[in-house]
């Protein structure tokens, strides 16, 4: 099972790659996933990617004080809201834009909300300490 997660760490470590990239693929998340299924499947795989500048450019902060600065919170909220917009709008089922609606409400709802906007000198500074 374990070699799986690893696996999977990779996958969504090379997507997250590239959303960098390709406005449209969301970086954050990826990595999100990638850190959780490191940390599932070795020790060592995980403390590499915790070591890696991407990791620390994208979701160190969030993972340590569960903040963001308002280019990291852009980054990820306009290209998934586009993408589920988007999806909205071509599918024609009630109940799925319905779903798709609370979702992107229940997504803005938590990056404003749950997610401290720090200014990116304060990442600086965290990060020394």
């Keep these: 099972m374990k070699p799986l997660f690893v696996g999977f760490g990779f996958l969504a470590l090379a997507i997250g790659t590239a959303g960098i990239f390709l406005p449209i693929l969301p970086t954050a998340p ?6 959780f299924c490191f940390a599932k499947g070795s020790a060592r795989f995980l403390r590499w990617f915790t070591g890696t500048k991407l990791y620390n450019k994208h979701i ?3 993972t340590e004080n569960r903040n963001m600065t308002l280019k990291t919170k852009l980054s990820i909220l306009i290209p998934v809201s586009i993408m589920l917009i988007l999806a909205c709008v071509m599918i024609n089922i009630l109940a799925m834009r319905i779903t798709i609606i609370v979702l992107l409400l229940l997504k803005y709802w938590y990056f404003i909300f749950k997610i401290r906007t720090i200014k990116k000198k304060k990442v600086f500074i965290e990060c020394l300490h």
Excluded: E, G, K, P
Excluded at 30 to 35: P, V
């Design 30 to 35: 990826f990595y999100l996933l990638a850190s």
């Design 60 to 62: 160190a902060n969030y």
